[in-house]
Nanobody
Framework: QVQLVESGGGLVQAGGSLRLSCAAS????????MGWFRQAPGKEREFVGS????????YYADSVKGRFTISRDNAKNTVYLQMNSLKPEDTAVYYC????????????WGQGTQVTVSS
């Protein structure tokens, strides 16, 4: 049973920082891509960024490029999303997800963690 558990969300003022964690368990993720997504109230879920366990190739959405950083800790099977210079428009539920590197479909999702940025 694959399990992804996010943590680290909370309330922060604009300009502040938060670090989200995604602990993965249940299988070997060496051939997987881990993604971060977010969904704000009344909006569709959007891609934030991703990292490959195998190649460490990282992608970011333009909206977060230069402010957010994705990293991983192989020993802990954990992926991180460091969010700096937060803006009110970053307010959303943030989700961690996993897909096989050979697929475009994120098959596994965490429960989400709320990030609220006050102005």
């Amino acid at each position: 049973q694959v399990q992804l558990v996010e943590s680290g969300g909370g309330l922060v003022q604009a300009g502040g920082s938060l670090r989200l964690s995604c602990a993965a368990s249940g299988r070997t993720f060496s051939t997987y891509v881990m993604g971060w997504f977010r969904q704000a109230p009344g909006k569709e879920r959007e891609f934030v960024g991703s990292i490959s366990w195998t190649t460490s190739i990282i992608y970011y959405a333009d909206s977060v490029k230069g402010r957010f950083t994705i990293s991983r800790d192989n020993a802990k099977n954990t992926v991180y999303l460091q969010m700096n210079s937060l803006k009110p428009e970053d307010t959303a539920v943030y989700y961690c997800a996993a897909r096989r590197s050979s697929s475009y479909d994120y098959a596994y999702w965490g429960q989400g963690t709320q990030v609220t940025v006050s102005s």
